[in-house]
């Protein structure tokens, strides 16, 4: 993984230094107040942005676990259907790309986001026998790759705007907005629970709100962008008006590109390692919660309270740690913080089967994937071209992400049918997350080199 760096980087090695010096210790407020003026208003407006974004997502997401949870025995089929929508996606992305530049692949991505999700809603609301489970089934892969697209293009712009070295010091303040976005569209989702029916309307009218939240995200697109540009200095003049210049590239250039990279190539089998014990975990989970309650709208509730306790912890490490860890520890260890704790929590959840043991597990480890680990990986893409920071991070945060899914469960559907027993499942899943926490220390190493690199530039 020992690639040459693509593209000469942000040349403010120490950017802090403007701001006095900073050092990755303390509160956050301190941090937050160590850091200069201008990135203060700059992490604000793309918190706000994260928190719409992440929001609008949340919101949806409950209603989604609870089609998920009523058949699981249909998980297999669904993960596949998410990974041929983002198969569709992909190439439709890369049309964008050779004609737009980022000011208008942004907004057109997320209004497309938008128009689908009130169509959704509208279907949701007014199908039933079959039409309605074939309708709650395409739901349930629509918002499987809604997540992921529109998460990824928002990392994509915020590591073309800051650049390395900018990038490691205000991502986990940018993230703090998304984190609180979660909490917001959990509460709201759970809260709809008790509310919409006494408006005699079901909980698909939350995709509304969630594509008003969109909209909003494509207004303060224009906000981001500029802020960012008055944080470059004399010595990185913005030259070209990169945010109208096309990306560039083949239809297809960002499959060649990973598959070209080792570097990409690591950073896609990190992505499918952890995909495979999330989903492996979820339809463990699944099966849990359908035995647990009896109907769609108590599932529902139980997994919004689940994401409320996911995002305040992700919040304490955002506040707390991701930061310093990123800086002072390294990006490889960050990464390596899920496959350790899915390992350890997998033997915990052999022994102890139950709902309770599920929740802490999956709040655990999704707390310690959105507060540390998901920052770090995106951090990765910063040493990249324009291009990869755009094509090839879809096709890993998509098609590596979904492909992952369909590959677990196929693949304990397969092992089932050998014979194969539950507890060499777990123990073989054990033994590839260790795999996972080695390569996370691998692409951390290569990161920093590249890192770098591209400051003796």
């Known amino acids: 993984m020992s690639d040459p ?11 802090g230094s403007q701001a006095g010096g900073t050092e990755s210790t303390g509160s956050f407020f301190q941090q937050f107040a160590e850091i200069g003026p201008e ?3 700059f992490c604000l407006v793309a918190g706000l942005f994260f928190f719409l974004l992440l929001g609008s997502y949340y919101m949806m997401r409950p209603l989604r676990d609870a089609y998920g949870a009523e058949r699981p025995e249909d998980l297999k089929k669904l993960f596949l259907g998410t990974l041929a929508l983002t198969l569709v996606v992909q190439p439709l992305f890369g049309m964008l790309c050779r004609k737009y530049g980022r000011r208008r692949i942004l907004p057109a991505s997320y209004r497309f986001l938008a128009i689908l999700t009130v169509a959704f809603g509208i279907a949701l609301a007014n199908f039933d026998g079959k039409v309605l489970r074939y309708t709650q089934n395409s739901y349930f892969c629509w918002v499987a790759t809604y997540s992921i697209i529109g998460v990824s293009l928002f990392w994509g712009l915020l590591g073309d705007l800051l650049g390395r070295a900018r990038s490691l010091r205000l991502f986990g303040f940018v993230a703090v907005g998304g984190t609180l ?10 809260f709809a629970q008790e ?5 005699h309307v079901g909980p698909a009218a939350l995709t509304v709100v969630a594509a008003v939240l969109l909209e909003a995200c494509v207004w ?6 500029r802020l960012a540009t008055a944080l470059r200095t004399d010595e990185d003049p913005p030259g070209e008006d990169e945010a109208l210049t096309p990306i560039g590239g083949g239809i297809l250039s960002g499959f060649s590109r990973v598959v070209s990279s080792p570097y990409l190539l690591g950073l896609a089998a990190y992505v499918v390692i952890y995909v495979f014990g999330s989903t492996l975990l979820y339809e463990f989970g699944a099966e849990i919660t359908r035995d647990a309650f009896e109907s769609t709208g108590t599932r529902s509730a139980f997994f919004a309270k689940v994401d409320l306790a996911v995002n305040g912890l992700t919040l304490v490490l955002q506040l707390f740690a991701v930061r310093w860890m990123m800086e002072k520890v390294g990006v490889g260890v960050a990464l390596a913080a899920v496959p350790v704790i899915t390992a350890a929590g997998l033997a915990i959840l052999a022994v102890e089967p139950t709902l309770f043991a599920l929740a802490v597990l999956q709040v655990l480890r999704r707390g310690s994937e959105y507060g540390l680990s998901k920052p770090a990986r995106d951090a990765l893409f910063t040493v990249l071209s324009r291009e990869d920071k755009y094509k090839s991070k879809l096709v890993v945060d998509t098609v590596a992400y979904r492909g992952g899914d369909a590959a677990a469960l196929w693949s304990k559907h ?9 507890g060499a499942a777990a123990w073989g899943l054990v033994a590839l997350t260790v795999m996972g926490a080695v390569l996370a220390l691998v692409l951390g190493r290569s990161f920093q080199r590249r890192s770098e690199a591209g400051r003796s530039q």
């Open 195 to 199: 509310l919409l029916p006494a408006l």
């Open 181 to 190: 976005g979660a909490i917001f569209g959990a509460f709201i989702a759970g």
């Open 220 to 225: 303060l697109a224009g906000p981001v962008e």
């Open 414 to 422: 397969g092992l089932a049918k050998l014979g194969v027993g539950g």
């Open 39 to 41: 990135e203060r208003r």
């Open 5 to 15: 760096p693509t593209g000469k980087e942000d040349p403010n090695v120490d950017p």
